[in-house]
Each structure stands twice: as structure tokens, then as C-alpha cells.
């Protein structure tokens, strides 16, 4: 039933709330409030794990590893799931797409250990004041301009042209990494850098978490 759910949403693009659906059914069964909550998320993980199974045997090219790029979004339509996966299979075979991969694994990696795994900090932005070198300033510059490019694309579920202009990033991505080193001692300086990481995380996973993707060479 649920593998049934999966492929009528997806094949007819149905593009509905799964999780308003989901709480909507378990709404109607004569149980209590706690019982209600548990259901609810079960039932929504079995289904996701039933698209899981859909999407990686459908020899389609859509991998695991593509799926849990995308699942850590928790789109709530599947529709916008499946959109969202086929832009990353798109993605992967680019030429930035494994540099631009092991960037952000290395940016989820200095930012959890600076307690800021979810991407966000209060007040954590980007003073250009304290942009010292230049390859912070490019890389601030083309996250503003990248930023300004994805709205309207991410507006129009226009995904894989996302990535694509998100892979332009690769080379003022590298160029950082390469320049300067963010946990420096002076505390203003280690947290505008980390502002910059925050913000190129929040552009990639405005589509998936492509530090989840395998290296493909």
C-alpha cells in the first residue's frame, strides 16, 4: 500500500503534502494524542523508506547515495523529492561535482565541530569589514551573486539549473580552502569565516546535501 502511495503520487505528479496527507489519515483513528504522534511519524518513515526502495531499483541511474542527498531535505511532496533527485544525477556528472562534494563534507565537518552543524548561528553573518584576503572576498562576492541567481530557480523548482550555476562556486571554493584557514585564534575572524561556510552550506541544501554524494572518479 504504501510502495501504491509512492508510485501514484510520483507517476501521476501529484504534487501534495505527504505529510499533511499523513496526519490527516492518522487524525481519523480512535487513538490517543501521544499514539497518534508516534503513528504518524512511522507511518511517514515507512512510506520514505518504501520511495527509497522505488527510486534506487528502478535502474534509472538515481543511486543511495543521491536519495539520502535529498532525504535529509525532507521535501514534503515527492514530487519535489523526485525533481530534487534527478537535478542531483544531473549534478554528479559535471566536472565540479566531486571538488564541490569533498568542499562541503569538509565545510558539515568544520562547521559541526564549531557546534553549528545546522547551519545557522544568532546574529552569524558575513562582515565584509573582516574580509582580510582576497579569496575571501571572491568567495563572498559569488555566494552574493549565486544567492541573488537561485532564488528565482529554487522558486521554480528549476533544480538542476540550481546546481549547475551552484557548481560555479568550485573554483573560489577552492581558492578558499587553498588561502586561508578558518579556525584561526582571532575570534572575529574565525567567525566571519565561519559565516562564509554557513552560507555556502545554506545555497547547496536549498536543493540537497550533495556532502552526502560518493566520490564518482
Known amino acids: 500500500a504504501a510502495l501504491g502511495v509512492v508510485r501514484i503520487l510520483i507517476e501521476k505528479d501529484l504534487d501534495i503534502d ?22 504518524r511519524d512511522a507511518l511517514y518513515d515507512y512510506i520514505i523508506e518504501r520511495l527509497r526502495g522505488y527510486i534506487v531499483d528502478a535502474d534509472n541511474g538515481l543511486t543511495t547515495d543521491m536519495f539520502e542527498a535529498v532525504n535529509i531535505r525532507r521535501p514534503p511532496s515527492l514530487v519535489d523529492f523526485y525533481a530534487r533527485l534527478v537535478a542531483v544525477s544531473h549534478f554528479v556528472v559535471l566536472d565540479a561535482a566531486n571538488g564541490l562534494a569533498a568542499a562541503n563534507k569538509r565545510t558539515a565537518n568544520i562547521l559541526r565541530k564549531a557546534k553549528l552543524a545546522d547551519g545557522v548561528a544568532d546574529n552569524l553573518v558575513v562582515d565584509s569589514a573582516l574580509l582580510k584576503d582576497d579569496v575571501e572576498r571572491d568567495l563572498f562576492h559569488a555566494l552574493q551573486s549565486a544567492q541573488k541567481a537561485l532564488v528565482p530557480l529554487i522558486e521554480a523548482r528549476a533544480y538542476s539549473d540550481a546546481l549547475r550555476r551552484l557548481s560555479e562556486l568550485r573554483a573560489p571554493v577552492d581558492a578558499f580552502f587553498d588561502g586561508v584557514m578558518v579556525m584561526v585564534d582571532d575570534d572575529a575572524l574565525q567567525r566571519n569565516r565561519l559565516a562564509l561556510l554557513v552560507e555556502l552550506r545554506a545555497l547547496f541544501l536549498g536543493v540537497a546535501d550533495i556532502s552526502s554524494l560518493t566520490d564518482r572518479e
Open 18 to 39: 505527504l505529510s499533511e496527507a499523513v496526519v490527516a489519515a492518522v487524525l481519523q483513528q480512535p487513538i490517543t494524542t501521544e499514539d497518534r504522534n508516534e503513528k
